[in-house]
């Protein structure tokens, strides 16, 4: 019986638990299929207990190739290793998540599989008759929906928007296979050589990982206002967001831009303060789980697509609120 | 230093209609423009070229009428256009897309760099650049941010991560796709206008390129897209309106209700 596989994200020597999101759909789809589920881990130093997570949260079997040559994300090295593993196996669909990763790695892999791949799905089913995976995505800018198949080759191919679902929990008593492979030089030929890894300091939470984010738009004015924004989203543990104009104008750095030219979010909390709603905003938001609005239009468009709603001002709210979360926090705190 | 960009012209985004009914777009007076990200990509090759001397080809597939997105990025800067259209072309994903986009790059001669846009606004799945990186088995660096030198043969360039920025090194030629950070796109010039305007573009056909037929439009591509639909887009919840200090309040007391309730706080 043919698997499903999960790509398990290993970067600077620590598993990403979007892997525990990926085995989630994993597993699902493995149930509808009967068949077992598999994650493949690749990376140098992975630890035992990476391995053992994985099991936990839903794989049956994981594959590791555990090399200094793959410390660092290379798509030549890591493509050509990968091949090796789907060449041997042959798992009938093979998903990974839409980080920069994903989205670099499982479009080189699909042309030399020759086979398809459906980019940033949400949603992830099997179709009964068929067997075939049914991937749904949104795309013109989050105007429509698309389910797509790939119907006559394989794996079928994958990568899923990341907080699109919820980690599978751990279950302890679970156990699992773990197939340890190690490939020869000529697999880690590559015409790239890794340089360095620069952290963002302004970035104190990946965006992309936040469970909250608050994101300013034009409304605030100026750049300095942004203190308020940044003051509720560490009050919440959150990240900062940005619309475009605000970046263009240089309040924020590009690497807070949410949206069609910048990154797509899907926090469990997305407010948005002095945002109009634009279309190519919310293309890279309207998946968040949880979205509140501040805008002193009542008719914009950000409202449209918002849980609640405040119209007002800004300048008035920020400030009540931040404080009144603040004493939230002390009276909860004694 | 010879450059490739591969640009696509797609339907002006920001005012999009779709029909209710089909769940299909309302192309009727909607406008096409060239994809805006691809408008990095064009810019990062005009200043490579003012920096290091050169040629830039821009190449399309697309319909006859793409042939202005060609024109504009001429106008712009470019040297050369070629426009690939074929009605076998009609209904490629992005691993056909890649696949021609890849074969007219080589037919085009020797080059240093391909230069993408990061994703086209309508497709939206990023996957071309890549695609067309694996079809040549060339180096590849997604997301670039910045070039920071090329030497020896030699690229170097910033790329933008979930995390901060990585800097890696490739042997030319290679495959960039850019982000917005990369470039101010410049607007075209009334000289540049006036070249592209005269210039005559070269359309290339599967045979031109030599394409195989089982690996090109609908036929050659391995995804199907089975269903449209429009998401429910609206979730208008409640609105609560600032008129004065005792609404000022129950907004905010609104707001902290909700986070605790749904646990944010
Ligand atoms: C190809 C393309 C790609 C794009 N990509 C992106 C993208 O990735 N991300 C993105 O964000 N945009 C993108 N845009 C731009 C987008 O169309 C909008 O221009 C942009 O999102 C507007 O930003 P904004 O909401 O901050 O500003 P505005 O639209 O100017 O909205 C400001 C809002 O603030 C409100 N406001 C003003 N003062 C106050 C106050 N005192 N209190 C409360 N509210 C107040 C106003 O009512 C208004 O609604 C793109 C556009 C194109 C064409
Ligand atoms: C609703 C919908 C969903 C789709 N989903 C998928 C999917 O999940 N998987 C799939 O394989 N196909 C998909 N397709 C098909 C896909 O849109 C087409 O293959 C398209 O030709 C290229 O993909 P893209 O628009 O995503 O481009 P992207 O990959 O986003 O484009 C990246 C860059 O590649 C270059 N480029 C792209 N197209 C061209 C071109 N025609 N000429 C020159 N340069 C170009 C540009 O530099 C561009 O910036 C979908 C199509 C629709 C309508």
């Given amino acids: 019986m043919k698997e499903v596989w999960t790509l398990a994200e290993f970067r600077h020597g620590k598993l990403n638990p979007i892997s525990f ?36 949260r839903g794989a049956d079997k994981v594959y590791v190739v555990d090399d200094i040559r793959l410390e660092n994300f290379m798509v030549e090295t890591y493509a050509k290793v990968i091949l090796k593993l789907l060449d041997e196996y042959n798992p009938d669909i093979f998903i990974a998540a839409a980080t920069t990763i994903g989205r670099t790695l499982m479009p080189y892999i699909a042309v030399k599989k020759q086979t398809g791949l459906t980019a940033d799905c949400t ?76 952290k963002d300091e302004s970035q104190q939470i990946n965006i ?5 984010i608050v994101a ?57 303060v002095g945002i109009s709603g634009a279309i190519q905003h919310i293309a890279g938001m309207q998946t968040s789980e949880n979205i509140i609005a501040i805008n002193k239009d009542p008719e914009a468009q950000i409202f449209k697509i918002s849980n609640l709603g405040i119209v007002g001002d800004l300048h008035e709210i920020l400030p009540l609120l931040i404080e009144r979360i603040k004493e939230y926090k002390k009276k909860g705190a004694n | 230093m010879r450059i490739i960009v591969p640009i696509k012209q797609v339907p002006e985004t920001s005012n999009v209609k779709m029909d209710p009914v089909t769940g299909t ?24 070229k003012e920096k290091y001397g050169g040629k830039i080809i821009v190449i399309s597939m697309g319909p006859e009428k793409a042939v202005e997105a ?60 890549p695609g067309i990186a694996s079809f040549l088995d060339l180096p590849l660096s ?14 170097t360039v910033k ?77 208008e919840g409640e609105k609560v309106i600032v008129k004065d200090e005792k609404t000022l309040h129950q907004a905010i007391d609104k707001i902290i209700d909700y986070l605790i309730e749904k646990e944010l706080i």
């Fill in chain 1, 21 to 56: 999101e990926l085995l989630n759909r994993g597993k699902n789809l493995a149930q509808k299929l009967n068949t077992s589920l598999a994650s493949v881990v690749i990376g140098y130093n992975i630890k035992k207990e990476d391995i053992d997570e994985l099991i936990k």
């Fill in chain 1, 123 to 198: 949603v992830l089913d099997i179709e009964e008759e068929t067997e075939n995976l049914l991937q749904t995505r949104p795309a013109i800018g989050g105007n429509i929906l698309a389910t797509i198949k790939t119907p006559n080759t394989k794996p079928q191919m994958a990568t899923v928007r990341p907080h699109s679902t919820k980690p599978s929990p751990p279950d302890k008593t679970k156990k699992g296979e773990v197939i340890y492979k190690q490939f020869d030089n000529e697999a880690f030929n590559a015409k790239t050589k890794y340089i360095k890894f620069v």
């Fill in chain 1, 208 to 212: 992309q990982d936040a469970k909250i």
């Fill in chain 1, 216 to 272: 300013g738009g034009r409304g605030l004015g100026k750049a300095e206002n942004f203190k308020l924004i940044e003051e509720l989203a560490d009050l919440l543990g959150g990240a900062v967001g940005a619309s475009r104009d605000v970046v263009d104008r240089g309040w924020k750095t590009y690497p807070h831009q949410i949206g069609l030219s910048g990154k797509t979010v899907s926090p469990a909390l997305y407010i948005a």
């Fill in chain 2, 25 to 48: 777009m309302i192309r009727e007076g909607v406008e096409n423009v060239v994809n805006p990200l691809d408008l990095y990509a064009i810019e990062t090759a005009i200043r490579l």
């Fill in chain 2, 70 to 129: 060609i024109k504009e990025a001429i106008a712009m800067g470019c040297d050369d256009g070629i426009l690939l259209s074929d009605k076998k072309f009609a209904g490629s994903d992005t691993f056909a897309t890649s696949y021609v986009l890849a074969k007219a790059i080589k037919q085009t001669g020797d080059f240093d760099l391909v230069i993408c846009g990061e994703r086209a606004t309508d497709g939206d799945t990023g996957q071309v650049g």
């Fill in chain 2, 142 to 155: 997604t997301f670039t941010s910045q070039i920071l030198s090329v030497e020896n043969g030699k690229i």
């Fill in chain 2, 159 to 235: 790329r933008l991560v979930e995390e901060g920025y990585e800097e890696i090194e490739m042997m030319l030629p290679a495959v960039l796709t850019v982000v917005k950070e990369i470039s101010d796109p410049r607007l075209p010039t009334l000289r540049g206008k006036l070249k592209a305007k005269k210039m005559e573009i070269p359309i290339w056909d599967a045979q031109k390129i030599g394409a195989e037929g089982q690996k090109i439009g609908l036929k050659g591509s391995p995804t199907r897209v089975v269903k449209i639909f429009t998401p429910k887009v609206t979730r």
